[in-house]
C-alpha cells in the first residue's frame, strides 16, 4: 500500500487539473459565445443591397476589395452569402436529431457568412486568406468567394459574369459542375437560379447607390473618390 503523504499530492494534482481543464472549457465555449454576441446583426432588408450596405458600410469595402483582387462583382458576392447564411455570421448546418430529442452529428463541416466546409476552407487558408481568416468575418467570406470563383474560372471555364453558374459549381465542387452532378439536383439549381435572380436585382440596385459608399470618408474627394 502506498504511503498516504505521498498518495495525496497526487490527489490533488489530478483535483486541479480537472479544475484547470474545465475552467480552459468554459472560457472558451464563454469566447465563443460572446465573438457570436459581437458580430453584426444580420441586416433588417436583405432584398436591398443598398440598404444592407447603409447598415455596414464596412461590407462594401470588403467585397469591392474581394471584386478587385478576384474579379466576382460585388452583387454577386452578396446574393451568394444571402443565399447561404442570410448573412449570419455564426450559422451552421443544424443537428441530426435521434427520437427527436436527442442530438446528433451535423450533415456538414459548412459555418459562417459563406458556408464554407473546413477542408476548402483550408485550402483557401493557406492560398490566399492567412493562418488568421475566418469564416465568421464578412471581410473573409467575401474574399473567400471571390478566391473560389477564380478557381472554378480556372478550372471549369465559367464566367465570373455567370453567377448561377458559378454558384452551381461552388455547391458542386468544380469537378462535380463538370460531371454534370447538379443535373439531377432541382434544389440546387433552384438555388442556383435564386442566387442569378438576386445577383441581378442587386446590382441593379447598386448602380443607384454605390457612389455614397465609394466616397463617404473625408479623404475620399477627387481621384480618391472611386
Known amino acids: 500500500m502506498r504511503?498516504?503523504?505521498?498518495?495525496l499530492p497526487g490527489r490533488r494534482e489530478?483535483?486541479?487539473?480537472?479544475?484547470?481543464?474545465?475552467?480552459?472549457?468554459?472560457?472558451?465555449?464563454?469566447l465563443l459565445g460572446g465573438c457570436a454576441a459581437l458580430a453584426p446583426s444580420p441586416p433588417a432588408d436583405q432584398s436591398n443591397?443598398?440598404?444592407?450596405?447603409?447598415?455596414?458600410?464596412?461590407?462594401?469595402d470588403y467585397a469591392r476589395e474581394s471584386e478587385?483582387?478576384?474579379?466576382?462583382?460585388?452583387?454577386?458576392?452578396m446574393a451568394f452569402i444571402q443565399q447561404e447564411?442570410?448573412?449570419?455570421?455564426?450559422?451552421?448546418?443544424?443537428?441530426?436529431?435521434?427520437l427527436g430529442f436527442i442530438?446528433?452529428?451535423?450533415?456538414?463541416?459548412?459555418?459562417?457568412?459563406?458556408?464554407?466546409?473546413?477542408?476548402?476552407?483550408?485550402?483557401?487558408?493557406?492560398?490566399?486568406?492567412?493562418?488568421?481568416?475566418?469564416?465568421?468575418?464578412?471581410k473573409h467570406a467575401t474574399d473567400f468567394i471571390g478566391w473560389y470563383n477564380a478557381r472554378s474560372q480556372r478550372q471549369a471555364g465559367i464566367s465570373l459574369n455567370n453567377p448561377e453558374h458559378l454558384y452551381l459549381a461552388?455547391?458542386?465542387?468544380?469537378?462535380g459542375y463538370q460531371r454534370g452532378t447538379w443535373r439531377g439536383k432541382?434544389?440546387?439549381?433552384?438555388?442556383?437560379?435564386?442566387?442569378?435572380?438576386?445577383?441581378?436585382?442587386y446590382q441593379g440596385q447598386l448602380a443607384s447607390c454605390e457612389a455614397e459608399f465609394q466616397c463617404r470618408r473625408f479623404y475620399q474627394v477627387g481621384p480618391f473618390c472611386r
Open 3 to 7: 504511503p498516504l503523504a505521498s498518495s
Open 68 to 77: 478587385a483582387r478576384w474579379g466576382t462583382p460585388i452583387a454577386t458576392q
Open 85 to 98: 447564411s442570410s448573412f449570419q455570421s455564426h450559422v451552421r448546418p443544424p443537428r441530426q436529431r435521434y
Open 14 to 30: 489530478g483535483r486541479w487539473h480537472r479544475l484547470l481543464r474545465t475552467g480552459l472549457a468554459a472560457g472558451t465555449l464563454g
Open 170 to 175: 461552388y455547391h458542386e465542387g468544380a469537378g
Open 103 to 138: 442530438p446528433g452529428p451535423r450533415p456538414s463541416s459548412a459555418r459562417g457568412y459563406a458556408q464554407a466546409l473546413d477542408p476548402v476552407w483550408g485550402e483557401y487558408r493557406d492560398e490566399a486568406g492567412g493562418t488568421l481568416a475566418r469564416r465568421s468575418h464578412m
Open 186 to 201: 432541382p434544389a440546387v439549381q433552384r438555388a442556383a437560379g435564386q442566387v442569378a435572380s438576386r445577383a441581378s436585382h
Open 49 to 60: 443591397v443598398c440598404e444592407i450596405f447603409r447598415e455596414q458600410p464596412r461590407w462594401y
